[in-house]
Structure formats: C-alpha cells, structure tokens
C-alpha cells in the first residue's frame, strides 16, 4: 500500500518562485489537509478539504492555495515564495466516518527559500 | 479555540526505564480527541496512541499508556522499557469532535534514551 505519498521530498526555491507541492493517497480517504512544521511551533494547519471540490482554510493559510478536483490528490500551491515560507511541509488524510481520527501522513517536503 | 502544550522541550531516560512526556489542553468542547505522535529523525510521522474523551479507560498500546485526566485537561505518555528506537520527538495533539478532521498540535518534546 503506497498510503499518502508527497513529492518532491526536497526543493529549494528563490524568492518569488511558485511551485506545487504534490499529494496523493490511494485510501480513498475524503479528508485531507496541509501543515507545515516549524522549529519550536509544532504543526500548524495550512488548508484542508472535506472531499472533492470542498477545501477551507486552517491557522496559517497566507501565501498558499489548495484546491481538490479529485479524491486522491490534494495539490499546495506557492504562489510567490518567499523566505517565511522555508519549512517542512506535511500531507495528511483520513476518513470521515467512525474511524476518522486517524490521520495517515505523509513523507514530507523540506522546502528552502532562499 | 483550542490550545495543546507541551511544557517539556526536552527529556532524557536511560535505556530500560519509565518516562513520562507530559501534555495539557484547553477546550470548551466535550467530544473530542488525543493523540500521541512519534516523529523519529527520519521525519515520518507516527501515531502512538489515540484517546476520545468520552472513554474513562486510559488507552495502552504494548509499552506506551496515557493517564487521561479530563477534569484536569491533562493527557501524558507513559513509555514503559524504553528502548534506543524510542528515541524521536513527540507531538501530543487535539481533534475536535465535530465534520472536520483538524489536528491542533503542541510544541513537541525531544526524547533521547541513552544506552
């Protein structure tokens, strides 16, 4: 079972660059949601979306855009990079049925900004 | 909204013995979550144990339990022999009960077991 596979793992970007950080799960899983990981900060919410089509906002969803047209794949885009945004990003999903407390993660993807 | 902290930033037990990680929550809500995660060097995340409120019973998974206090707000881990592979940062966190799935997580404690 392949479960919540992130690409890439690493990328290092310059200031002003977009780029798209991929995410897919083959659970069929309807919830799936972004963090990113910070020194000292835990894991804070980025965006998230309770199937396809339905996407919200989490605690820190500036400078990012998610959208997700299928079940599977829940794409984070960066518009315009900039140097607040170097961290580690995760991809999670779940169901939303009786067990939908267990979230699956992903791998992650060390972003730098430089 | 919801608050997890973790007041411990780091800890050190000898291989063999017991430790706690200590967590607590704010909340208003009475359905909710916890969880215990496990995220080793190599960067994946784990979860070790999980706790819905409603549930009197402490949850236990082999050598990991929590003491659930829900008066309290209070929810720590308890690893029982540890072992070199425990060695990781752990992250307690909260789900509300409610559609979404939104995890709220505290600032983690860095566990090293020495040999």
């Known amino acids: 079972n392949a479960g919540v596979t992130q690409t890439p793992k690493f990328q290092v970007l310059k200031t002003g660059q977009s780029m798209t950080l991929q995410c897919a799960q083959d659970?069929?899983?309807?919830?799936m949601s972004w963090y990113r990981q910070d020194p000292g900060m835990g894991l804070r919410l980025i965006h998230y979306s309770v199937g396809a089509g339905i996407t919200d906002q989490g605690e820190v969803p500036n400078g990012y855009n998610v959208s997700r047209s299928t079940t599977e794949d829940f794409p984070l885009r960066l518009l315009s990079a900039a140097p607040s945004q170097t961290s580690v990003y995760f991809c999670a999903s779940s169901y939303s049925g009786q067990v939908k407390n267990i979230q699956y993660f992903g791998a992650g993807t060390r972003l730098s900004v430089l | 909204a919801q608050t997890v902290t973790q007041s411990q930033p780091e800890m050190s037990v000898q291989e063999a013995e017991t430790v706690t990680l200590s967590c607590t929550y704010d909340t208003s809500e009475s359905n909710y979550y916890l969880f215990w995660y496990k995220q080793p060097p190599s960067r994946q995340m784990i979860l070790v144990i999980r706790?819905?409120?409603?549930?009197?019973q402490n949850a236990t998974e082999n050598r990991f339990s929590v003491n659930f206090q829900k008066a309290a707000k209070s929810f720590s881990l308890k690893i029982s022999d540890s072992q070199l592979g425990d060695t990781a940062m752990y992250f307690c966190a909260f789900m509300n009960g409610g559609a979404t799935n939104k995890l709220i997580f505290g600032t983690g404690t860095l566990l090293a077991v020495q040999p």
């Open positions: 706790q819905e409120a409603y549930k009197q």
């Open positions: 659970m069929n899983h309807e919830y």
